[in-house]
Structure formats: structure tokens, C-alpha cells
């Protein structure tokens, strides 16, 4: 059997990339690697699964999120690191925010939370300063936090309070101060 020297050349760039996914970018050991390992666990709420949480893991560098399937798990592709781990859910109260330590290609313990009803909801729209719709912006408040739709539109379940509110994306900033009563 014969090989030609462009199919070796090939298998060679494929073996080299794919040796590289699972090099460290940086010998900063502070810094994520791309070695994939993942952060798992399951969304309860009233002690049933909860399906269509937002999941969201934050790092340094950058962050990861899903959403949780029917029967309430999760699983989040990640590097190596620790990353803060937190859940939201329309209609529901954010819980604190979880650490999650996670060595290369190993899965972290289960990072469980649950979710209790929301008394109080802050609703809005990201516009632009010209009216424009803003959309995938990320929404902060008290520990809650939302991405708007493609139409601007974002929740965020909170309890009764004065919030800081925070929207971002990239080359955007607001904050503005609201009263949940």
C-alpha cells in the first residue's frame, strides 16, 4: 500500500493540532489550559429537577455556560482552573455563587444547586443609546444575572431591594441604581 507525501504531511498537521489542544497556552499555572475537563451537576427547585436554568462558569480569562436539560443536569466544558459557578432561572431566586477547582481532562464533583421562587423580578430591555435593541448583553443585580434575548428582553428574580443594576458586552457599559418593592 502506498501512502502519498500530502496525506502524510496532513496526518502530520492533524497529529500536531491535536497534540497542541492538549498543551497548556501559558506556563502561568493561574491561567486556564485548553486541556477540556468539565464542571457538572444538577438544578433543583423544591427538591424536582429543574430544566432551562442558565448555567455560567467565569474564569479569568473567559467563561462557559449551558443550559440545564429536563432532568436538571448539566455539564460545562471547561479548562483547568478555578471557576465560579452560578445558576438563573426566570421566576427564581439566584443562589450563591459555587467554586469549582478543576484539574485537566478530570470532570469536577457534582456542583449542585437549588432554586427557590422569586418574590420580585426586575424586567428590562438592552437598547443602545439610539433606541437600538442590544442583544446577548449579560445583566447583573444582587448576585442575579440574565443575558437579554435577541430582543433586548431580560429578567432577573430577585428579592424586594435597592440594586445596583449592571449591563455588558463588549464596547458597552451601564449601571443604574433601582428600587424592588
Known amino acids: 500500500m502506498r501512502i502519498s507525501k500530502s496525506l502524510i504531511v496532513v496526518l ?6 491535536a497534540a497542541s489542544y492538549f498543551t497548556a497556552f501559558t506556563q502561568d499555572q ?3 489550559v485548553f486541556q477540556r475537563a468539565y464542571i457538572t451537576g444538577t438544578i433543583t427547585a423544591d427538591g424536582k429537577p429543574c430544566g432551562g436554568a442558565r ?7 473567559g467563561e462557559a455556560e449551558c443550559i440545564s436539560a429536563s432532568n436538571g443536569h448539566y455539564a460545562l466544558g471547561v479548562g483547568q482552573g478555578t471557576w465560579k459557578v452560578d445558576v438563573s432561572k426566570e421566576g427564581y431566586k439566584s443562589p450563591p455563587t459555587k467554586t469549582a477547582s478543576v484539574e485537566a481532562l478530570r470532570s469536577k ?9 422569586s418574590a420580585a423580578w426586575i424586567k428590562g430591555k438592552t437598547l443602545t443609546t ?14 442575579a444575572f440574565a443575558i437579554s434575548d435577541n ?3 431580560f429578567t432577573l428574580s430577585v428579592d424586594a431591594g435597592k440594586y445596583e443594576v449592571t449591563a ?3 464596547n458597552y457599559t451601564l449601571q443604574n ?3 424592588v418593592q
Do not use: C, E, H, W
Not at 12 to 17: G, K, P, R, Y
Not at 55 to 61: E, K, P
Not at 109 to 117: E, I, P
Open 12 to 17: 502530520a498537521i492533524i497529529f500536531l493540532l
Open 177 to 179: 441604581t433601582v428600587t
Open 168 to 170: 455588558m458586552k463588549v
Open 151 to 153: 430582543k433586548g428582553n
Open 55 to 61: 448555567v455560567r462558569a467565569s474564569f479569568q480569562t
Open 130 to 143: 439610539d433606541g437600538k435593541v442590544l442583544s446577548r448583553v449579560m445583566v447583573t443585580a444582587g448576585g
Open 30 to 32: 493561574s491561567a486556564p
Open 109 to 117: 464533583d457534582q456542583v449542585d444547586f437549588n432554586l427557590a421562587k
